[in-house]
């Protein structure tokens, strides 16, 4: 099963058109999706349903702020997915000029929709409504911010756990740390915290002796002295004193004559 997809449906849009549109594409109407609740818009249900092969619309309302979104979900085909892709729906430019509007019910729709779709690059403006003097302005800002703030949490985690797979021996979260003088010194942290032989120091090891930061792959050189890691690097092909990568690129020659670099393991 593929992951949902959704849609925030403009707030003129008329719903029979919508539903004779989907259905006119093969959908057949789900007759069990309802939301058991009297509409507040005639002729508008807050929760209707289209099945096609494998494939599911799902049709949700919120008639006080005037929020539709349409979700495709289960295993759509090209075919279907196309359809899905040639409905109207608010983007995030169009939903960016919606937050700069003075009227309470357009502010209230951007906010909702913007946390429906996880439009991450529209938090600064969300932010900004978080101190509205309307204060169901405020409150849905505050809502927004909250959901937007998981997505981003959420995104940054599934990228951690795709570069982790993709280099185990590494440590994504200490490369991602964008300030080398936070990589400097969670490594001297380290040298306090952790005890000789600790393994779980390899990965941010591995990662600290190809740092950009010259100082940070220092710092690595002596924390791995300090963990007693005289084993083979993952960069080399198996012992080669006096001649780590590193030493041979920051300190020269002479130091590395001076003594024999502590190195990684795979």
């Known amino acids: 099963m593929s992951l949902p997809v959704r849609r925030v449906l403009p707030p003129d849009i008329d719903f029979l058109g919508l539903a ?30 289209w099945l096609r092969g494998d494939a599911r619309l799902t049709y949700t309302a919120n008639p006080v702020v005037g929020l539709r979104v349409l979700e495709l ?15 109207p729906g608010l983007d995030a430019p169009a939903l960016a000029r919606l937050l700069e509007s003075d009227e309470l019910g ?27 003097a309307e204060r169901r302005v405020a409150a849905a800002a505050e809502r927004s911010h909250r959901r937007l703030g998981a997505a981003i949490l959420q995104r940054g985690l599934k990228s951690l756990a ?17 300030d080398p003088r936070m990589r400097r010194q969670l490594l001297r942290r380290m040298a306090i915290e952790f005890e000789p032989g600790d393994p779980r ?3 941010m090891l591995r990662s600290g002796l190809d740092d950009r930061d010259w100082e940070v792959r220092a710092s690595a050189m002596l924390l791995a002295a300090r963990l007693r890691r005289d084993r083979p690097c993952p960069r080399t092909t ?3 004193p006096g001649r780590h990568p590193c030493l ?3 300190l020269g020659e002479p130091l590395g004559e001076l003594r024999r670099p502590a190195v990684l393991t795979q």
Request: hydrophobic fraction near 40%.
């Open 20 to 49: 004779a549109r989907i259905e006119n594409a093969g959908w057949a109407r789900d007759p069990t999706a309802a939301s058991g609740r009297t509409s507040l818009r005639p002729g508008e249900p807050e929760l209707a349903a």
């Open 73 to 87: 979900g289960g295993v759509p085909t090209r075919e279907q997915r196309g359809m899905f892709d040639s409905l």
């Open 106 to 132: 357009t502010l209230l729709l951007a906010c909702f929709a913007a946390a429906e779709l996880e439009l991450i690059e529209l938090l600064p403006q969300i932010e900004i409504l978080r101190t509205h």
């Open 162 to 178: 795709a570069r982790r797979k993709a280099s185990p021996d590494r440590d994504p979260l200490f490369e991602s740390l964008p």
């Open 201 to 203: 120091a390899d990965a």
């Open 238 to 240: 198996g012992r080669r």
């Open 248 to 250: 041979g690129r920051d």
